[in-house]
């Protein structure tokens, strides 16, 4: 815990916003305290940035893309910029690391894993910017006709408060190897290692407005982003029913909108499955990051003939999880985000219990050793659950498992697509046409045979039905950030003569 503190900035220092190439405080003179969820401390003390900031962000973006030349900029040199950025971060793993453990809670073995990710992020965009990226066709007329990609043009960014730093990076990566120009804004709860990556972002050179960071409300700062007829495309990671408002607002001006959404993801486990690889797969799909993970499988689905084993063993190592303060290097499973998260998730377990599930473990808050002062929930798993309950069709986005129970493949698909939600899903069994069929028929972007959670950034991110619209990370998300254009060149200079020429 010491040696993460030592990386905080000094509570006297007001930490700012990132406009035009200038660290700046808001004209509001508002500051917003940062929290440790662990321990409810006040570990940073940040600007609190309005609808004007935003503009003025807006603006900069505005002005460097279209008269400062970033337009023109080289792919070459955009490549090299991002590669210096992936350097930078990649010899500062621990200070990264420790300030999303600080201020997230995650455990810090999953941070370094975060910091890891975003720095291979810079790089793959990196590699991928200076790669040709167009088309010719063969036409009927003597035409040269080809299609090329250009950058869509100023992008505000708005992100969510489960992985402060990935969240930033998998956006501003794919948006400046594109020759975007950005406005980004983070969650309000988790501001602290944006804000140092664009210590690294004014170091290493990008001109004044190219990459601009807000600080503030959703319904401020971040409305503005989706309102604002200068910004030509919206990029939005959080829940839902944000995404529902913020493609409203896009509506007006025809922006575009990528939308990651949230999840209730299925995890399929038949009887012919390797018990003890399906059951370790089972609490790190729910577990991992205390269940604030859009793609949790927060729904397990199991086949009958296994239930008892299964559930007896997942229920006795779900306890065993160690809870506790993000920072020491034994914890396996942190705090949830704020006090309000925390209540809105026992509110959860609440309802689960009302419309009669049964709770197998946990359901409630920790309080002992120290864990009062943070917002501790325990691993938490129901059973005898039916389709219509809540904890089986909204998102919880905290540590507790919903367990359903099937006895056909046919059932299972049925169940595993019973919600509005289609992010994630995973199928276990040893069959592996099964296994095929079953993932044929999931409603969802991103799938896994016998496993659960890993993803890499050379393949597309994003969801199915009412959990989003595009894809993010691989050339799905670079494509994201170009707009299309065909050139049509006539090789045979001569009037058409469609309209007769007379005297
Ligand atoms: P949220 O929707 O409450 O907030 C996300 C961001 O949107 C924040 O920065 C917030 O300030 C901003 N915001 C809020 N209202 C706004 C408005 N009217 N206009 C513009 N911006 C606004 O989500 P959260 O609680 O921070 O994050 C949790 C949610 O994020 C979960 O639902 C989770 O599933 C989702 N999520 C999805 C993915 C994915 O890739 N699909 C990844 C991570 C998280």
New binding site residues.
């Given amino acids: 815990m010491l040696q993460a503190k030592a990386f905080l900035t000094d509570l006297n220092t007001v930490q700012r916003m990132y406009i035009d190439g200038k660290w700046v405080t808001s004209d509001s003179n508002g500051t917003r305290n940062v929290i440790n969820p662990a321990n409810g401390e006040i570990i940073g003390v940040v600007t609190e940035g309005t609808r004007e900031d935003s503009q003025k962000a807006i603006l900069a973006a505005r002005r460097a893309f279209d008269k400062d030349g970033w337009l023109d900029s080289k792919a070459r040199d955009r490549a090299a910029l991002l590669n210096k950025v992936a350097d930078a971060l990649e010899a500062r793993v621990e200070e990264f690391a420790s300030l999303d453990t600080l201020n997230n809670g995650k455990p810090l073995r999953e941070s370094r894993y975060d910091v890891a990710d975003a720095v291979n992020q810079f790089r793959y965009f990196a590699g991928l910017c200076t790669k040709p990226h167009g088309t010719t066709y063969d036409v009927p007329d003597d035409m040269q006709a080809m299609v090329v990609r250009e950058p869509i043009g100023v992008v505000g960014q708005?992100?969510?408060?489960?992985?402060p730093l990935v969240?930033a990076t998998q956006k501003i990566a794919p948006a400046i190897a594109a020759g975007c120009t950005v406005v980004i804004?983070?969650?309000?709860q988790t501001p602290l290692s944006l804000i140092r990556l664009f210590e690294i972002i004014d170091e290493v050179g990008f001109p004044p407005g190219v990459i601009n960071l807000v600080l503030g409300?959703?319904?401020t700062v971040?409305?503005e982003?989706?309102e604002s007829p200068l910004v030509d495309k919206v990029a939005?990671?959080?829940?839902?029913?944000?995404?529902i408002?913020?493609m409203k607002?896009a509506a007006e001006t025809i922006k575009k909108v990528g939308l990651?959404?949230?999840?209730k993801s299925p995890n399929i486990v038949f009887a012919d499955a390797d018990f003890e690889t399906a059951v370790d797969f089972a609490l790190y799909a729910i577990f991992a990051n205390q269940g604030?993970?859009?793609?949790a499988g927060s729904r397990l689905l199991l086949e009958e003939s296994i239930y008892e084993r299964f559930v007896a063993e997942l229920t006795a190592r779900a306890q065993q999880i160690v809870v506790g303060d993000g920072t020491d290097e034994g914890t396996e499973m942190g705090p949830l985000i704020t006090e309000e998260?925390m209540n809105r998730v026992l509110y959860y377990i609440e309802e689960g219990k009302k419309e009669g599930a049964t709770l197998l473990c946990g359901g409630n808050r920790l309080l002992d050793n120290d864990r009062d002062k943070g917002f501790f929930v325990a691993p938490t798993i129901f059973t005898d659950t039916k389709p219509d309950m809540k904890i089986i069709q909204e998102?919880i986005?905290g540590p507790v498992l919903a367990i359903q129970t099937f006895s056909t493949e046919e059932e299972a698909i049925e169940l595993a697509n019973g919600t509005r939600f289609g992010?994630a899903g995973a199928v276990f069994t040893t069959d592996v046409a099964k296994a095929h069929r079953v993932i044929k028929k999931l409603r969802a972007g991103i799938t896994w045979i016998n496993t659960y959670h890993p993803t890499y950034n050379e393949a597309p991110?994003?969801?199915y039905k009412q959990?989003?619209i595009g894809r993010?990370l691989g050339t799905y998300g670079f494509d994201e950030y170009l707009e299309i254009k065909q050139i049509n060149v006539n090789l045979n200079v001569a009037p058409s003569g469609w309209f007769e020429k007379r005297k």
């Avoid at 708005?158 to 992985?163: E, R």
């Avoid at 604030?292 to 793609?295: G, I, K, L």
């Fill in positions: 708005i992100i969510p408060w489960n992985y969240m804004k983070p969650a309000e409300a959703g319904e971040g409305a982003l989706s939005f990671t959080g829940g839902t029913d944000t995404g408002r913020i607002a990651e959404l949230g999840g604030e993970v859009c793609s998260h998102e986005f992010l991110w994003g969801g959990s989003g993010e």
